[in-house]
């Protein structure tokens, strides 16, 4: 994991502590995504410790960029996001294993453990914020590249003049309709 983002509780007094992070494309590289470009975001964790409890109040605010699946241009997309997690600490194994099963923002911690790392939490909820499909028309003021919309319309009509059936296929067609029937 990118030690950065660890945080080693058992050094911290009960209180309230404060991190702050940047994150850029090498962030997104290490989860291995490959649609992000380039990003820049900053994150504040704000982590209020207690005798048997971390909780820890993440947000962030940025833009990523990424590749508009229409035209190809490069398209950034501003995200905020803000989440919580759960640390309970000197937990029984036990339910450990069950706060696992159920993917929960609430983990349980044994009392071998001594950090904790946020690096993936920042990820997954950023990740969220992606849309499924990147499009340049997603971002207010911003169009697709003209000159690539042509060009995708003009194959796309060379390849509807080609899309004749080949008559022996129609011939099977036919067939079948008949069986139908």
Not at 14 to 20: L, R, V
Not at 52 to 69: R, W
Not at 131 to 159: A, F, H, Q, W, Y
Request: hydrophobic share 35%.
């Amino acid at each position: 994991m990118m030690e950065e983002f660890d945080i080693e509780f058992v050094k911290l007094k009960n209180g309230i502590h404060q991190f702050e992070y940047q994150l850029n494309k090498s962030f997104f590289d290490f989860f291995k995504n490959q649609e992000v470009n380039n990003a820049i975001i900053s994150v504040k964790a704000v982590l209020n410790k207690f005798d048997n409890l971390l909780q820890v109040d993440i947000e962030g605010t940025g833009n990523i960029e990424m590749t508009c699946d229409r035209c190809l241009s490069d398209v950034s997309y501003p995200v905020e996001n803000h989440f919580k997690s759960i640390y309970h600490l000197n937990s029984i194994e036990e339910k450990i294993d069950e706060a696992q099963e159920v993917n929960l923002d609430v983990y349980y911690l044994s009392g071998s453990q001594f950090k904790i790392n946020i690096s993936e939490s920042i990820y997954q909820s950023f990740i969220t914020e992606i849309p499924m499909v990147k499009r340049c028309d997603d971002i207010d003021g911003k169009e697709c590249n003209p000159d690539m919309l042509d060009k995708i319309d003009s194959l796309e009509e060379t390849n509807s003049d080609k899309n004749e059936i080949d008559p022996r296929w129609e011939e099977l067609k036919k067939l079948l309709n008949n069986k139908e029937k």
